[in-house]
Structures are given as C-alpha cells and as structure tokens.
C-alpha cells in the first residue's frame, strides 16, 4: 500500500503543479490584457463603391425568370 500512496502523492503533486502553473499564466494574460490591450487599426476600404454593386445587382423589369 505504500507504493500506491506515493504514487498518489505524486500524481497529486503534478495536478496541483499544473493547475498552478495555468492560473499564473492565466494571471499574467489578464493583467496584460488589461493593463496593455492590443490596438486594432481598422478602417473602412474607400475603393469599393457597394452602391454601384447594389444598383448594377438588381434585375432588369423585362427579364425572364424560371418561377414554375
């Protein structure tokens, strides 16, 4: 019994090893995030015209259509 005790100690030991390792690299993550957030540099693209595609989308009266 004594050799399935330290065994169990020892898995032990790596689950709380690793679980404390997560929660730091959880912690530093968070504070990084809060305290330096990254900086998105987003813009809305001026060269498409979605108007032009819009009204040059749309169907003509007179075409025909298969609607059975």
């Known amino acids: 019994m004594n050799g399935a005790s330290a065994c169990r100690e020892a898995c032990m ?3 709380f090893t690793f679980a404390a390792a997560f929660a ?3 912690a530093a993550f968070t504070i990084t995030m809060l305290t ?3 900086v998105t540099e987003a ?3 001026s060269s498409i015209d979605t ?3 819009t009204v040059n989308a ?3 009266e007179d075409a ?3 609607a059975n």
């Open 36 to 38: 330096a957030p990254p």
């Open 13 to 15: 030991r790596k689950a």
């Open 58 to 60: 749309a169907p003509q």
């Open 43 to 45: 813009r809305p693209v």
């Open 24 to 26: 730091l690299a959880a």
């Open 64 to 66: 025909a259509f298969d």
């Open 51 to 53: 108007y032009s595609l």
